[in-house]
């Protein structure tokens, strides 16, 4: 059967995201009942939450509708128009989490479609033409311009509204920084693993990962893993020394292959307290092996 001519590609070629990561603005820790209230971002949508091994709760994803470049590392002016999924996690009631990712793809029309498009396939960006997609990999992992796609911008804007819940008291127990995580993978070329190609400490704040993931793999997954070493201690717990966890040390503003130690995919045991991804099958499960 022919696919209708509105539907896009089910094997997107470039996935991205930015996650903000802190600690909740909070003397004590929100239990399961105040963190579902906390986080229920869509009143027709409930809040997931897991209490064990440890307490951790997801909002429901939200959507916000985008129409503009896309970032390049050099300088081609794509435009891309679609949606950007969002969601928000807390951590054993104290990290606090906003997540915004994409998946592109590699073609698109060269016009713009009806809105009404883009609203049925959540998450997704159509370029108007061809989207190169090893250039849009750096230039997102390099940060947004002006008038581009700001992954980051919108889940601040998330987390910004958490942050002014009237069920927080603004108290947190330490000072820390906010933290910043960009991540973009590619597929992986036939009969190579999935892996993570490289992680670079660019700021006092900003980590960048760059990975390699079977076509089959949902971003959720992608971005559930990131954000799985992003809530890693100390990283969300940095005071004054700005050191971060073994997985994830690199030398301020140099770029190095890989990650030293251990395996970093779900199932490892710096991960072990967060459960494996939904969609993480195949090659990437057997990665966690």
């Known amino acids: 059967m022919t696919a209708l001519p509105d539907t896009p590609p089910a094997l997107p070629v470039l996935a991205c995201g930015e996650i903000r990561t802190c600690v909740l603005p909070s003397l004590n820790p929100l239990d399961a009942r105040a963190a579902t209230q906390l986080l229920r971002l869509r009143p027709d949508e409930r809040v997931l939450v897991s209490e064990r091994p440890n307490l951790y709760v997801r909002s429901p994803q939200t959507l916000t509708g985008v129409d503009c470049r896309m970032p390049t590392s050099n300088g081609a002016k794509v435009r891309v128009v679609g949606t950007v999924a969002t969601s928000a996690a807390l951590t054993e009631g104290r990290i606090l989490q906003s997540s915004a990712h994409v998946r592109a793809l590699a073609r698109g029309p060269e016009r713009r479609r009806p809105w009404g498009h883009y609203l049925i396939h959540p998450g997704v960006l159509e370029p108007l033409g061809r989207l190169p997609e090893h250039e849009a990999a750096q230039g997102v992992l390099d940060g947004a311009g002006g008038g581009e796609l700001d992954l980051g911008l919108i889940a601040d804007g998330t987390l910004t509204t958490l942050l002014r819940h009237p069920l927080l008291d603004q108290r947190a127990p330490l000072k820390s920084r906010h933290t910043r995580l960009r991540w973009a993978a590619r597929q992986t070329e036939p009969g190579q693993e999935p892996a993570i190609e490289e992680f670079t400490l660019t700021e006092d704040d900003l980590r960048t990962v760059r990975l390699r993931v079977p076509a089959t793999t949902a971003p959720a997954a992608v971005a559930a893993l990131c954000e799985a070493a992003s809530a890693s201690p100390p990283s969300t ?53």
């Not at 970093?264 to 939904?278: I, L, N, Q, S």
Request: proline share 19%.
């Open 237 to 289: 717990t940095e005071v004054s020394d700005g050191s971060v966890p073994g997985a994830l040390r690199g030398r301020p503003g140099r770029r190095r292959p890989g990650l030293p130690g251990p395996s970093p995919w779900p199932g490892d045991r710096r991960t072990r307290d967060v459960p494996a991804p939904p969609g993480w099958s195949g090659s990437a499960a057997a990665a966690a092996a």
